[in-house]
């Protein structure tokens, strides 16, 4: 290993971190990164075998959280240097059936919440005059597709919050930046493959092809440790005076 390359994974030592939605996808390859890099880091997810199996194989700390369960996380106070927003989830529906109980879930976990746990991590970063809270947001958070309106509208929503922490803490050395991925090779995009076919009555292949890859161009999926490695740079030093910003990684889908 390079000298360049040690440092690069020692960027993060001493730093603890909290990454939600740790258990699987991007949020398990986020947490692996970190902890290559030296971070002690706390494996959030809802589901407790899937943060146990990731935080046993990092060294790290599982925690069990229902994020959509908000009003537990109204006086919570995390003692962390990094929080990585990530946990997501995805329903397909046109508006007219789109269900409310879905909607008020679905921005519960991916507005609500980002929020609290920013609220909650603030006071400490601020202490120690060193922060760096990332969203993982999406394309969606910069550009519409239909049939996803609880997504969409949360992914939109995050950014703003994410422009608004920055301005807040930047005097007190805490950055805030949204990671947008287009389609990542994760359980969640599989399971749309199948709820797209349906509602746009075309087979699973033609889900990939005509919907997930048509706009990039670049065609095929990102790989999970592709948006970690992006994470990573935002959470070190050296990305100090980068904040209120969102970083595309999507193949190219925006620029056309």
Not at 30 to 52: I, K, L
Not at 122 to 137: A, E, K, N, Q, T
Request: charge should be negative.
């Amino acid at each position: 290993m390079t000298d360049n390359a040690q440092r690069n994974d020692t960027s993060m030592a001493g730093r603890r971190a909290i990454v939600t939605g740790g258990g699987s996808g991007i949020g398990a390859a986020v947490a692996e990164r970190f902890a290559r890099a030296g971070a002690q880091v706390t494996v959030a997810d809802v589901n407790s075998d899937a943060a146990s199996a990731v935080a046993d194989r990092i060294g790290g700390i599982a925690w069990q959280v229902d994020l959509t369960d908000t009003d537990a996380l109204a006086d919570l106070t995390l003692d962390v240097d990094v929080l990585v927003d990530n946990a997501g989830i995805q329903h397909v529906s046109p508006i007219e059936e789109f269900s409310p109980t879905q909607f008020r879930r679905i921005t519960a976990l991916m507005i609500e919440a980002p929020f609290l746990l920013t609220r909650a991590a603030l006071p400490g970063m601020y202490d120690r005059g060193f922060g760096r809270i990332i969203h993982v947001s999406s394309v969606h958070g910069l550009r519409a597709s239909k049939y996803k309106a609880a997504y969409v509208a949360a992914k939109h929503a995050v950014e703003g919050l994410s422009k608004v922490t920055a301005l807040e803490g930047g005097e007190h050395g805490v950055t805030s930046n949204c990671i947008n991925p287009g389609y990542v090779r994760t359980a969640l995009v599989e399971a749309q493959v199948a709820e797209q076919a349906r509602t746009h009555g075309i087979t699973e292949d033609e889900v990939v092809e005509k919907i997930f890859l048509a706009r990039p161009a670049i065609k095929r999926l990102i790989e999970p440790s592709e948006v970690a490695e992006l994470a990573a740079f935002l959470a070190s030093d050296a990305a100090g005076m980068m904040t209120g910003s969102s970083y595309v990684m999507d193949g190219g889908w925006t620029a056309g």
